[in-house]
């Protein structure tokens, strides 16, 4: 029985997982020792991870629509 194709996942959806694991990270650490460093760098890591999981969002949605759109090419008007 042949391997199945390796999945691998999309930049945008690591991107956006890493950053926003991060950013959580940083904001908590920042919160509790008061370091207004740690709290601005977590709130940019979560805006980096909001931004990646639109661009993900849409590139879900073109995917999504692709088929769509090709099988209404081929009705008659």
Same mark, same amino acid.
């Given at each position: 029985m042949p391997d199945p194709p390796e999945r691998r996942s999309p930049a945008a959806l690591v991107v956006s997982t890493a950053f926003g694991t991060t950013g959580l990270v940083l904001l908590l650490i920042?919160?509790?020792?008061?370091?207004?460093?740690? =709290?601005? !760098? !977590?709130?940019?890591?979560?805006?980096?991870?909001? =931004?990646a999981a639109l661009?993900?969002?849409?590139?879900?949605?073109?995917?999504? /629509?692709?088929?769509?759109?090709? !099988?209404?090419?081929?009705?008659? /008007?």
């Open positions: 920042g919160l509790v020792t008061d370091v207004t460093g740690l =709290v601005v !760098g !977590g709130v940019a890591a979560g805006t980096v991870s909001l =931004v661009v993900w969002r849409e590139q879900l949605i073109k995917a999504w /629509r692709g088929p769509m759109e090709r !099988g209404q090419e081929d009705q008659p /008007r």
